[in-house]
């Protein structure tokens, strides 16, 4: 029994996945079955690195999706469309899909997942959240008993990239960025790395899939590492601290979901610490399991093919098991239908780091200790770091707070006559 396939794109996973597709030998077996009828692509004269006989590649990408004999479409375009509309209008026909596509998956899975299910096709994704590393498919399955309580990430290779070498080197944001770009490890605008959009999308689909309820990406509050220096870098050593993109998601105390991205500050004896360089990794925490990691590669051609291709298989596994699908398995389809209910930002307790300038005159700390206090801000340590242009700075960590009390508590200490600056505020796992 063969399997068609329809690729859409052929750029560094597109290519790798063929490549994985047309050399079986010492692979599962059911690869062998497995046929590569249609290659979709933006121009046919770029040169290749693989090679497909002649009619195989085409730039008539609604032809692939519209092709009555292909059973399997696998998006590997990238971005918002038309890889929306051609992934529709494949579920349309009766196609399942494979799609590494997280941005596509983040902001339109409610329609996509409504109209799969209409259909009863298949959306498999392990290589949208990752890279290689397999997550996808054990939280749905070999987790699924457990009751998850929290999922927290380092799910981008760039910024853990780009912290870790200013940790390593005490190098400045803009100077590893720059060398980070020259490696290939960023992009050319490398915003949506930075600006912690990719890894709320992908800390998106892991909440949805993690606590069965569908969440609304726009909902999710993001912040990148723009602000991050060597400075806090080396104050977060001093105090037993490395600082990585975290992306959360976990049950709260109100029966809603905190879902959200930012630069934290990680103890040294946490498991996400010592992720360095262009890893990934997602500690899963729930019960009776206690707390799993999954490790590897976050990105690449071969490490994100290789999501890719076992997608192909499970499906193709169940049509050579089952024939033409009536009934989707509910272990590999998405069958929640509502939405979460997100906490606001401002009722999030979390700890914090915060850094201070100040005029060098008695009673500074003092003040900051009655203005936290005066709003339930609890401080766990407050230190007197050194002197940056005849300005104390000061460094104080709160134990658990509010978030709301926590930003009241700022608003009144900028006003106070010794406050020069605050130059940054972290969160504190």
């Known amino acids: 029994m063969a399997f068609n396939i329809g690729l859409l794109g052929l750029g560094t996973v597109g290519t790798s996945t063929a490549e994985i597709l047309l050399d079986t030998a010492g692979r599962n077996s059911l690869l062998k079955e497995i046929i590569i009828k249609q290659v979709g692509v933006s121009s046919l004269d770029k040169p290749r690195k693989v090679q497909f006989p002649s009619g195989v590649m085409t730039t008539d990408l609604e032809g692939i999706v519209n092709d009555p004999d292909i059973d399997i479409v696998v998006e590997l375009l990238g971005g918002l469309e038309p890889a929306r509309s051609l992934i529709l209008q494949a579920i349309a026909n009766g196609k399942h899909v494979v799609t590494a596509n997280k941005a596509v998956i983040a902001r339109y899975g409610d329609e996509i997942y409504t109209a799969a299910n209409k259909t009863k096709v298949y959306v498999l994704l392990e290589a949208a959240v990752g890279g290689g590393i397999p997550i996808i498919k054990p939280l749905k399955q070999s987790l ?31 100077d590893v960025l720059a060398e980070a770009q020259k490696l290939g490890y960023a992009e050319a605008d490398p915003t949506a790395d930075i600006d912690g959009w990719d890894a709320a999308d992908k800390i998106a689909i892991l909440a949805t899939i993690a606590f069965g309820e569908r969440i609304k990406r726009e909902e999710i509050s993001c912040e990148g590492i723009r602000t991050i220096n060597a400075t806090d870098i080396s104050y977060a050593e001093q105090l037993g601290f490395v600082i990585k993109l975290l992306a959360i998601a976990q049950s709260s105390k109100s029966d809603s979901l905190e879902v959200r991205v930012h630069p934290t500050l990680v103890p040294k004896e946490h498991p996400l610490a010592s ?13 009776p399991l206690g707390q799993v990691m999954f490790f590897g590669p976050g990105a690449g051609g071969g490490a994100t093919a290789s999501a890719v291709v076992s997608d192909i298989i499970n499906i193709a596994g169940i049509l050579k098991s089952s024939g033409k699908t009536t009934n989707l398995d509910p272990l590999l389809s998405c069958s929640h239908q509502h939405y979460a209910s997100l906490t606001p930002t401002e009722e999030i307790e979390t700890r914090f780091y915060v850094r201070f300038l100040c ?6 700390i003092g003040h900051l200790g009655t203005c936290f206090g005066e709003h339930q801000v609890s401080i766990e340590s407050v230190v007197q770091i050194g002197f940056k242009e005849e300005l104390a700075e000061i460094v104080v960590v709160t134990h658990n707070v509010q978030e709301g009390n926590f930003r009241k508590a700022l608003a009144e200490i900028k006003d106070l006559e010794a406050i020069d600056s605050i130059p940054n505020i972290i969160r504190v796992l």
């Open 144 to 174: 699924g008993v457990n009751r998850i309580k929290r999922v927290t990430g380092i799910v981008n290779g760039t910024t853990n990239y780009i912290l870790t070498e200013m940790s390593a080197n005490g190098a400045d944001f803009a």
């Open 275 to 287: 992720i360095n360089d262009v890893y990934n990794a997602i500690l899963v925490e729930g019960e």
């Open 359 to 364: 005029q060098d005159v008695p009673g500074v």
